[in-house]
Structures are given as C-alpha cells and as structure tokens.
C-alpha cells in the first residue's frame, strides 16, 4: 500500500511540475510571439535590422529605399574601376565599355539586386512566429547576408587585361611547318622551333575577382605570372615531317561545285596543312577554316544570305508577300572529312554546302494565321553617324520576316547571328582604356529596344530584358530600353499565342518600325507608368532618384597630337525609372510585370593628346559637360 502511495504522490507531483513546466514555456512561447508581432510592426514594411545585401546595411529601409542603396552603393564602387598589378605595373580597369558617341555601353560586372532584395525584405517573415523572433534577434547579433545575382563578362574583363599589359606578355608560339618552293625543285619542308611565353593565371585572378564582387568590396588584385606553355613542340612535329612531304607529293585536288572546278595547286595546299591535337597527340590536317576562305575567295558567289519573306502591306493590310529564300553555307567540316578518307585514291571531291530556308518559303501567311498588326514597336535614330545607321538597317533587315511559332521564344543575339565582320557588320569606335578602337555592332541595341516595345505592344511575354547603363538620347522615354551584346544580355520574348506571330521589320527615314503581325486573341495591354495608358507609344515610365553626373573626364591619348582634344561622350544624369506592364486576356485572367531599369549617372569624357602617357591620377576637371 505504502509503495502504491508513493508512486500515486510522485506521479501527482510530475504532472504538478510538468503542468507548471509547459505553463511557463507557453507564457514564453507567448511572450516571444507576442514579441514578434510587437518587433514585426514596429518595422511593418521595412527590412529587420541586421539584414544586408551585398554587404550593404539594410536596417529600417523599405523595398525602395533598400534598392536605391544598394544601387548607389554599386554605382560608387563601380564609378572607381577595378586595379590589377602586374610586374610592379598598376592598370585601372573601367567596368563599362562605351561606344565613342555614347550610344552604347555594357558593363564588365553586372548586378541583378531585385531578387535580393525581395528575399531581404522576407527575412523574419514567415507564418511562424517563434521562428521569425530567432531568425530577427539572430540577424542583430550575428549580420545576416543574403546574395545576390553577380554576372561578370570574363572575356572582356580578359580582353581588357591584356590591352592593359600587354607590353609585358609574351605569348606563346607552337613549332610549325616551314614550306618553301623554288622553281624546278621538289618542296623544302623545314620546322620552325617553338618559343615558351608568359601569361596571366587568368583562371586564379578571376575566382578573386568575382569572391570581391560578391562582397561588393574591391581590393587590388595582383595577377600571377606563369609560363605560357605552346602546344606543339619540334619533337611533336618531327614524326610528321615525312607525311607532309607525302602529301605535297600526291596527285593535285580539284573541287566541284556545279558546273564550276576548282584545283587546289600544291602552293595552296601547303598553306591548308596544319597540326590539330588528338587523342593527345599531333595530326596532321587541313585546316577548316583557311580551306573555306580559299574557296570563298575564289568564288564569292556560293555562299548566299538566308532571307525570309516580306510582306507588301497597304493600309494594315496585306496586299502581297515575297517569299524567303534558302541560304547556302561551304560546310568546309564536312567537305574535308570527305577528303580525309578517299584522298589520294580520289582527287575530286564535291563541295558540300549546308542549306538553310527562310520564313514563309513559299507559305501563304493567312494560313500561319499572320492577317493582322497585333502590335508596334518604334523607335528614333535621328543624328546617328553613317556606321551605326547602316547596322541598324541591317539589324532590321535580319529580324524582318522572323516567325515565331505558338510558344516559341523569340532571342534577338539568335535572329541577328555573328556579330562580325564576315557576315556583314560594320564597327564603331568604343573607348577601351586611353584609347578608341573599332567594335563590331554598333547600333544594334537600337534594334533591341524596338523590338522590346513591339512586344509590350503585342501584350507577349517578355522572358529576358536589360536596360543599358545609362540614358541615351536614341532610346528614350527612359525605361522602355533593351539592350544586347553577343553573348550575353539578349533580349527575348515569348509567343504566348495560338497563332504565329511574324516581325515586319523597316526603317523609316530615322524612324525603325516593327510590326507585330498575327491573330487578334482579345487580350489587352495597360501600362502604369507617371500615368496609365493603353498604348506603349504614350507610355511614360515613372523616373526618380535622378542624380547629377559627375566632372568632366579628361583621358591621356596617343591618337591625337599633344594638345589637340576630342570629346568622345556627353554627361548624362543617373536616374531610376519603373512601370508595370499589365495584360489582360479575352477570358478576364491578367498577368502583370513591373519593370525597373537603373542607369548610372554618367560624366562626360574627353581625349587630349600628349606625347607620352603619365600615371593616372586625377583626371576630372570642372568644366562643363560636353553636349
């Protein structure tokens, strides 16, 4: 009896003290959450203290006010450059390269900070309470960092490196085939040694660079010299000897193309042997690409330009259509893999080519359902020098007759091919450094921006979407840009219709015009701009934080004679612009997208001659701005 009392009083007695125990930790539970409702209103729409973004201090901001820090933050630390050392020898880096008009621009590091700050906003705001308090009370104790989106263009960081230092670079050179002919003699084939190089460790300066990008805090960095190894060595190339004197000695080659013939000499097929690697070890080859130069000399008129169909349209309507024509390409891979396997038991060989239709190759378009303007695009390039008007045209003339089938993805960098001089694009001056050097491409943004307001115009999907660094007088209102750079950022759409969709692309005097033809699906477009309105032509996008631009930039040049100066860009003032894009369908659902664009307040910059260049201290100057 005496033990079953005593197991009843202690087992009173543990629930007595549990039941006081789970007291007490409720009124705590209690007082915690009440204290995050209390906290959490105190800071009803801001971010909780403690919460950074790119290492940037956040506490008691609204979304806004958190975007605009940062983006300051960004503007300032980028404004700077970024210095490597190298050999004793310091370079500043400029992170935006900028056509010599000031028309384009990109930038070498780029940030997306939207996601960031949505998710810092989010930080100690979730459906728990207990939860947020801890996360909350951490965040003060112990800083709370959330990342954000960085994108660094490597080539042309890479590219600006070696035009920084490259007078103390020296690269690398591969042993080679010397191949000499004197009239009546048999081939003199001798090998050229090979020569050792230096070189950056690229790949270690830029794990450095993007660790500081990612903190937003930039240090020199001091780039590492190493050899710069070549790939082929005499002794890879000595085993080869005798089979290139074989090769010179087989029965000459003829090509055919058609009705037309072409013999490759022994002269010109010295100059196609080349050494590939494979399977770690020298072959002997031909070379692809000087073989589809030769032929391309030699007969320019084989390789024809994909077209695709133009509409003839009178009144919004369509009066008639040119159908597309096929392109043709020397696929020079093909045709010489051919070769390799036949050759010398064969000596001629067909040129195979690699055909290719354009849009509406033949195809009625009311058939595609193409029969009406879904929407325009328009923008202005009065005042552009000859280069950039002619890239635009061209632009223009590749996008023209553009299909985009019922969820396709429209990408511009896809529908505008190699930016280069091959296919067609004529450069611009860009400024690199202390110097201005031709790039190819100019003005295609222009098209890029066109197309963009097309699309807001059709009430399609926009899928990808940048806007320059800073305002440019060709593509205003501000924020109703697009900008591209092969290859990366492009500028894409979806075609969320049940019909197709074709681009009718022209220019107009300085005018580009890019209809959007397809079926009418019912859907209606608003936009929330300085005021809302259905059109994108009256679309006004709401433009704040403005900011002066800095002192005028004067920069040491060898291009101009000492003294004489040259003003390659105008100032512009820094602003944020925003407007939400609202697209309303036939069966009352909507979709809606705000779109922000940042540029960076701009100075204006001057080239002065000098005969030899100095250090760089400080170049600004007070004077007015250039316009």
């Known amino acids: 009896m005496t033990a079953k009392k005593l197991d009843t009083t202690t087992i009173k007695a543990i629930a007595t003290w549990g039941g006081v125990t789970l007291g007490v930790l409720g009124l705590f539970s209690m007082a915690v959450a009440a204290g995050a409702i209390s906290y959490g209103r105190l800071h009803d729409g801001k971010i909780f203290p403690g919460v950074r973004v790119l290492n940037v201090r956040l506490d008691g901001l609204t979304r806004d006010e958190a975007r605009e820090t940062v983006q300051k933050r960004i503007d300032e630390v980028l404004s700077t450059g970024i210095a490597y050392t190298f050999h004793g020898k310091q370079t500043d880096l400029d992170m935006t390269v900028a056509a010599a008009d000031g028309s384009e621009s990109r930038e070498l590091i780029q940030y997306d900070i939207g996601q960031a700050i949505n998710k810092a906003f989010d930080v100690g705001r979730t459906k728990n309470p207990i939860r947020n308090a801890l996360v909350q009370l951490g965040a003060r104790i112990n800083p709370l960092r959330v990342p954000a989106d960085v994108v660094i263009d490597e080539k042309g960081i890479e590219e600006a490196l070696r035009e920084g230092f490259g007078d103390t670079l020296t690269p690398a050179r591969d042993a080679s085939f010397d191949i000499r002919f004197a009239t009546g003699t048999t081939p003199l084939v001798r090998i050229q040694n090979e020569e050792m190089g230096a070189d950056f460790r690229m790949e270690r300066a830029m794990n450095e660079l993007k660790r500081q990008a990612e903190r937003l805090t930039f240090m020199p960095i001091e780039l590492e010299e190493q050899r710069a190894e070549p790939r082929f060595r005499r002794a890879d190339l000595e085993p080869l000897e005798q089979e290139v004197i074989e090769l010179l000695n087989r029965p000459s080659l003829t ?373």
Not at 278 to 307: M, N, V
Not at 324 to 345: F, H, M, N, R, Y
Request: proline share 5%; net charge negative.
């Open 255 to 627: 090509f055919t193309y058609q009705t037309k013939t072409f013999p490759i000499t022994t002269s010109t097929l010295a100059r196609l042997i080349t050494v590939v690697e494979e399977d770690g070890k020298a072959k002997l080859t031909l070379s692809r690409d000087a073989f589809h130069e030769y032929i391309k000399e030699r007969a320019p008129d084989i390789e024809q330009e994909t077209k695709n169909g133009d509409l003839d349209v009178q009144d919004g309507k369509i009066i008639s259509f040119t159908a597309g024509t096929q392109g043709i390409q020397i696929d020079a891979e093909k045709t010489l893999a051919v070769l390799e396997t036949a050759w010398p038991k064969e000596r001629t060989f067909p040129l195979l080519v690699t055909i290719t239709s354009g849009s509406l190759l033949g195809e009625d378009p009311e058939a595609l359902g193409i029969k009406e303007i879904i929407g325009i695009g328009r923008s202005n390039f009065s005042g552009s020098p000859s280069n950039r008007r002619k890239n635009i045209a061209k632009g223009a003339q590749k996008v023209n007759g553009t299909i985009i089938e019922p969820g396709g993805e429209f990408s511009l960098l896809k529908t505008l091919g190699s930016i280069d001089g091959a296919n067609g694009w004529l450069p611009e001056l860009v400024i690199k450094g202390n110097e201005t050097k031709p790039e190819f491409g100019g003005g295609l943004c222009q098209i890029g921006t066109t197309v963009f307001r097309g699309a807001l115009s059709s009430g399609l999907d926009i899928t990808e979407r940048r806007n320059h660094s800073y305002r440019v007088r060709y593509y205003e209102p501000a924020g109703t840009d697009a900008t591209i750079y092969e290859p990366s950022p492009d500028f894409k759409f979806k075609n969320d219709t049940s019909r197709h969709v074709l681009i009718n692309a022209y220019i107009k005097g300085d005018e580009a015009i890019f209809e959007f033809w397809g079926t009418n699906d019912g859907r209606e477009t608003t936009f929330k701009g300085s005021t809302e309105v259905s059109n994108v032509d009256q679309l006004k996008p709401r433009v704040y934080n403005v900011v002066s631009p800095p002192a005028m930039k004067l920069v040491e040049t060898l291009d101009l004679a000492p003294g004489q100066k040259k003003c390659t860009e105008v100032a512009h003032a820094g602003a944020d612009a925003e407007f939400t894009y609202i697209v309303t369908h036939a069966n009352g659902s909507s979709t809606q997208e705000t779109f922000t664009s940042h540029y960076r307040p701009w100075q204006a910059v001057c080239l002065i001659g000098v005969e030899k260049l100095t250090a760089p201290p400080d170049t600004t100057t007070d004077e007015s701005a250039v316009n």
